[in-house]
């Protein structure tokens, strides 16, 4: 799963360049499975990549800006950084 998630972000990459918010999915995506891997810093920033993209693109009361918070918190608890997962 993780090679394909890889591929599609750099075909949407160049497709769409970096402000585009199926790029941010797609950082989710990857960063998800990463953290299944328990590739921790690499999940991490994929992540917060896709967050900074999608608060770029949308206001802070967006789905999509929610979902990548929780996606970032829930991984951020996975590794063991609760209180970086609550804030």
């Known amino acids: ?13 160049r497709m ?3 402000k585009h918010h199926i790029v941010a999915i797609s950082y989710n995506n ?6 299944l891997f328990d590739r921790n810093e690499e999940a991490l920033e994929h992540l917060q990549k896709a967050l900074e993209m999608q608060r ?3 206001d802070e ?14 991984v951020l608890g996975q590794f063991g950084y609760p209180k970086e997962a609550l804030e």
């Open 1 to 13: 799963a993780l090679e394909h998630q890889q591929k599609a972000l750099e075909m949407q990459l």
């Open 16 to 18: 769409f360049g970096e």
């Open 30 to 35: 990857v960063g998800n499975t990463l953290a």
């Open 56 to 58: 770029a693109i949308f």
């Open 61 to 74: 009361k967006h789905t999509l800006v929610a979902i990548a918070y929780n996606n970032l918190g829930g």
